[in-house]
């Protein structure tokens, strides 16, 4: 089992900045991959940013390249990511997930475990 605890989301201006994190406590060693997904109200859950934990391979969807940077801290068993140049479309509930593997994977089901959530807000 593994447990994933998000934190650091916020209301923020558009074109400010949050850096989210998520820590991964239990059965987290391994070959593992751990990911990002958010979820706007009546949308579907979307891949945001994807990093490896051996080597910290990461992989982006197209629309995050750019603002959104990936980053994981092996010691502290802790990802985190990094959203500058926010804009009102990126406010959703943010998602921390884990998945057992050495590849990032961009779909949902391919992940075994998940976070609580965590909100984030862009005013206009």
């Known amino acids: 089992q593994v447990q994933l605890v998000e934190s650091g989301g916020g209301l923020v201006q558009a074109g400010g900045s949050l850096r989210l994190s998520c820590a991964a406590s239990?059965?987290?060693?391994?070959?593992?991959?751990m990911g990002w997904f958010r979820q706007a109200p009546g949308k579907e859950r979307e891949f945001v940013a994807g990093?490896?934990?051996?080597?910290?391979?990461?992989n982006y969807a197209d629309s995050m390249k750019g603002r959104f940077t990936i980053s994981r801290d092996v010691a502290k068993n802790t990802v985190y990511l990094q959203m500058n140049s926010l804009k009102p479309e990126d406010t959703a509930v943010y998602y921390c997930?884990?998945?057992?593997?050495?590849?990032?994977?961009?779909?949902?089901?391919?992940?075994?475990?998940w976070g609580q959530g965590t909100q984030v807000t862009v005013s206009s």
């Open positions: 239990g059965r987290t060693f391994g070959s593992c991959t």
């Open positions: 997930a884990f998945r057992y593997g050495s590849s990032v994977r961009r779909t949902n089901d391919e992940y075994n475990f």
């Open positions: 990093v490896s934990w051996i080597g910290g391979s990461t």
